[in-house]
């Protein structure tokens, strides 16, 4: 998995979290059965989230983190299977494109 020097959002968005999010939608039951791959990128999905809603905060978009049901980064108890892994990935994604929108419009 790949790690940022960078702290700017859209450098981070364009060379680390993008390509972590996509790895983890593509995550598979056969995957999920590989505890340390699975721990690895629950790891990156957690602070990928951190990131995001420090970003959240810091533009008052946290309206909109609430409005699809925003939930910690919480893993199932037990090993966190494909389907969270993907859901997770999902919901980070489009956190992520709301963030990125007011900067397209400049």
Not at 25 to 31: A, D, P, S
Request: aromatic share 4%; with cysteine.
């Amino acid at each position: 998995m790949a790690t940022a020097k960078a702290n700017h959002l859209p450098d981070l968005a364009h060379y680390v979290i993008r390509s972590a999010l996509v790895e983890a939608k593509l995550m598979t039951e056969k995957h999920a059965r590989d505890a340390v791959y699975a721990a690895t990128l629950t790891e990156e999905l957690r602070n990928i989230e951190v990131k995001i809603a420090a970003t959240e905060e810091a533009l008052q978009l946290g309206s909109f983190a609430t409005s699809i049901q925003h939930r910690p980064c919480c893993a199932p108890k037990d090993r966190p299977d494909a389907k969270w892994i993907r859901e997770k990935s999902s919901e980070l994604d489009l956190r992520l494109r709301r963030i990125e929108e007011p900067s397209k419009q400049r």
